[in-house]
Nanobody, 124 residues
């Protein structure tokens, strides 16, 4: 069982930056692929980024602006978000999966554990 707790959301102006954190419980954190998804009002949950043991993937909409990283010693994964846009406004969720596949990394149903979400609001 893995429990995930996100933090770091808030209100920021367009062009600004935020760093989200996701603290995970469990002794096998380093073996999990850790990802971020987001859901805006009235929209479906969408993939943002994921970092596995070897591979890292990003959604096209955030490439070059967002960076996912992890500190296995702290059981924490981060999402550094720069050059934020109003369309980045959403609830951001941390997620974990035991295996990361190159053809399904973006599918939310492939993730086994989820955090409660943290709100990110970008004002224009």
């Amino acid at each position: 069982q893995v429990q995930l707790v996100e933090s770091g959301g808030g209100l920021v102006q367009a062009g600004g930056s935020l760093r989200l954190s996701c603290a995970a419980s469990g002794r096998t954190f380093s073996s999990y692929a850790m990802g971020w998804f987001r859901q805006a009002p009235g929209k479906e949950r969408e993939f943002v980024a994921v970092k596995g043991v070897v591979s890292t993937y990003y959604a096209d909409s955030v490439k070059g602006r967002f960076t996912i990283s992890r500190d296995n010693a702290k059981n924490t994964v981060y999402l550094q978000m720069n050059s934020l846009k109003s369309e980045d406004t959403a609830v951001y969720y941390c997620a974990a999966r035991s295996t990361l596949k190159s053809d399904t990394y973006y599918r939310s149903r492939e993730y086994d554990y989820w955090g409660q979400g943290t709100q990110v609001t970008v004002s224009s």
